[in-house]
């Protein structure tokens, strides 16, 4: 499967973004689907994932905050970002597995899009 990041920008403290990840494959649906984020100089991190049945997990720095959902018809998964911090700020990268378990770890998904950057201003 290929997956396409995009949706990223610049936004002010307390506003919103929305991601989408566009995939490429008949057999996107039984993919389990997860956001990570890098900041400069930081390590990557887990955000958000959702199974083939849409169960969702999220990182507890993002609860609240963040929604992700998917739209198997369309093959994509989004993630809306509402309240954004500046400590969101970050290259948000899409990633696809077949694993079953909300997976928290990079190492458990094959697939990856490009990076699309989000930038927070305060």
């Known amino acids: 499967v290929q997956l396409q990041a995009s949706g990223g920008g610049l936004v002010q403290a307390g506003g919103s973004l929305r991601l989408s990840c566009a995939a490429s494959?008949?057999?996107?649906?039984?993919?389990?689907v997860a956001w990570f984020r890098q900041a400069p100089g930081k390590e990557r991190e887990f955000v958000a994932t959702?199974?083939?049945?849409?169960?969702?997990y999220y990182a507890n720095s993002v609860k609240g905050r963040f929604t992700i959902s998917r739209d198997n018809a369309k093959n994509t998964v989004y993630l809306q970002m509402n309240s954004l911090k500046p400590e969101d700020t970050a290259d948000y990268y899409c990633?696809?597995?077949?694993?079953?378990?909300?997976?928290?770890?990079?190492?458990?998904?094959?697939?990856w899009g490009q990076g699309t950057l989000v930038t927070v201003s305060s």
């Open positions: 959702i199974s083939r049945s849409a169960s969702t």
């Open positions: 990633a696809a597995s077949t694993v079953v378990v909300p997976a928290t770890e990079g190492t458990y998904y094959p697939y």
């Open positions: 494959g008949r057999t996107f649906r039984t993919y389990r």
